[in-house]
Structure formats: structure tokens, C-alpha cells
């Protein structure tokens, strides 16, 4: 069993910074990516963007290439996301999400609220 908790998230405005952080606990010794997905009213979830734990390879949505960073710390099987140059059409509840012994995301935070006023 894995849990997971996210943190950072806020109001910020338009060009503004946010880091979020999402520590993973319990079971994380078959981590093989950790990553970033979001869902704002009314739309689906998509995703952000991920990083595999064992190299530590980057992929991102193409809305947030630029502007957004993921990271990860091995040692806290924590992953951060640096927002940068946030724009309203960020705001969403962002979920972190993990794939744990899978080759999917099996375990997944409960989210954080970001909102990018204009």
C-alpha cells in the first residue's frame, strides 16, 4: 500500500510561481514513475507530466513544455512540480500519482488546488 500527499498549492496570478510537492509513504520500493495529472471543472483529467524514478526521464504535456519542471528526490520518494509563468487556464486540481510494481498509476493523491486568476 502506497499514500501519497500533495502540498503547495494556492491562488497565484497570471505569470506567477507555484511549487507543489507529493510525498510518497508506506510500500515505495517498486516506484518506477511518479507524476503530475490535472482536472479542472467540467473537463477530463490530463496529464502533466511524469519522471521515471530509476534515470530520472521527463515527459510533459505539451500546454506546460517551458513553463512547467518536474523533479524528484529518491532519498524522500518525494516529486515536485515548478510551475512557472502560470496562466488561468492552469487552474485545476492537481494529482499526483504514482506507478508502483505497475505499468500504470495505480495509487493516486487526493489533489491540490491550484488557481491562476487573470
Known amino acids: 500500500q502506497v499514500q501519497l500527499r500533495e502540498s503547495g498549492g494556492g491562488l497565484v496570478q497570471a505569470g506567477g510561481s507555484l511549487r507543489l510537492s507529493c510525498a510518497a509513504s508506506?510500500?515505495?520500493?517498486?516506484?518506477?514513475?511518479m507524476g503530475w495529472f490535472r482536472q479542472a471543472p467540467g473537463k477530463a483529467r490530463e496529464f502533466v507530466a511524469t519522471?521515471?524514478?530509476?534515470?530520472?526521464?521527463?515527459s510533459y504535456a505539451d500546454s506546460v513544455k517551458g513553463r512547467f519542471t518536474i523533479s524528484r528526490d529518491n532519498a524522500k520518494t518525494t516529486v515536485y512540480l515548478q510551475m512557472n509563468n502560470l496562466k488561468p487556464e492552469d487552474t485545476a486540481v492537481y494529482l499526483c500519482?504514482?506507478?508502483?510494481?505497475?505499468?500504470?498509476?495505480?495509487?493516486w493523491g487526493q489533489g491540490t488546488q491550484v488557481t491562476v486568476s487573470s
Open positions: 500519482a504514482i506507478r508502483y510494481g505497475s505499468s500504470e498509476y495505480n495509487y
Open positions: 508506506g510500500r515505495t520500493f517498486l516506484t518506477y514513475a
Open positions: 519522471i521515471a524514478w530509476s534515470d530520472g526521464r521527463t
